[in-house]
């Protein structure tokens, strides 16, 4: 099992940063990759940013340029650098890992809120 816990979510103005991390705990070993997902009011769950035990990255084009994924192997953590934040990115961000035995691992969610 693999427990998974965010942080760094909150409100801050269009224009400004936020970085969310996600720390992972127990059985890390067979995780294959990381990533964000988000969710807005009344959408879909979609992919923010996904990095994979290999370093390679893949991220949502409204996102690209502005945030960054990156993963402390050493901390077991994740982090997501977002720039230039805008309203439309108002949602709740989900940490997720990708095992390669047993799928799928999500944390509890964090909220962020973007005002104009």
């Known amino acids: 099992q693999v427990q998974l816990v965010e942080s760094g979510g909150g409100l801050v103005q269009a224009g400004g940063s936020l970085r969310l991390s996600c720390a992972a705990s127990?059985?890390?070993?067979?995780?294959?990759?990381n990533g964000w997902y988000r969710q807005a009011p009344g959408k879909r769950r979609e992919l923010v940013a996904r990095i994979s035990s290999g370093g390679i990255v893949t991220s949502a084009d409204s996102v690209k340029g502005r945030f960054t994924i990156s993963r402390d192997n050493a901390k077991n953590t994740v982090y997501l650098q977002m720039d230039s934040l805008k309203p439309e990115d108002t949602a709740v961000y989900y940490c997720?890992?990708?095992?390669?035995?047993?799928?799928?691992?999500w944390g509890q969610g964090t909220q962020v809120t973007v005002s104009s």
């Open positions: 997720y890992a990708q095992d390669r035995l047993y799928g799928e691992y």
């Open positions: 127990g059985s890390t070993i067979s995780i294959i990759a």
